[in-house]
């Protein structure tokens, strides 16, 4: 069974960073393509970066250049680096990994969307102030 946990969220001020983790455990890790998602009250789960099996990375717009994503793979566990946070990146940010997408699937499609997705964590808060 997947289990995601996520951590590193936190309050900053804006232009500060923060890097999110997702410990993972309970399945293959590198056999899995994973993401990070978002969500204030109110609104749907925005996807905002992923990561497939062969290592290709998809950024939502509002995050390009900022956020970066990884996956250390000894450690079963997927980073999120996010750099100069605004004050419209404070949401509930989440892991999520599924094991059906294709092994290069963001080498040819660009959306990150929720319905790709089947195992989730519980989030962690981020919180910019300006």
């Known amino acids: 069974q997947v289990h995601l946990v996520e951590s590193g969220g936190g309050s900053v001020q804006a232009g500060g960073s923060l890097r999110l983790s997702c410990a993972a455990s309970?399945?293959?890790?590198?056999?899995?393509?994973m993401g990070w998602f978002r969500q204030v009250p109110g609104k749907e789960r925005e996807g905002i970066s992923a990561?497939?099996?062969?290592?290709?990375?998809r950024y939502a717009d509002s995050v390009k250049g900022r956020f970066s994503i990884s996956k250390d793979n000894a450690e079963n566990t997927l980073y999120l680096q996010m750099n100069s946070l605004k004050p419209e990146d404070t949401a509930m940010y989440f892991c999520?990994?599924?094991?059906?997408?294709?092994?290069?699937?963001?080498?040819?499609?660009?959306?990150?969307?929720?319905?790709?997705?089947?195992?989730w964590g519980q989030g962690t808060q981020v919180t910019v102030s300006s």
């Open positions: 999520t990994a599924d094991v059906t997408l294709p092994s290069d699937y963001y080498s040819t499609y660009g959306l990150i969307r929720t319905a790709d997705y089947r195992s």
């Open positions: 309970g399945y293959n890790f590198r056999s899995y393509s």
């Open positions: 990561i497939d099996r062969a290592g290709n990375t």
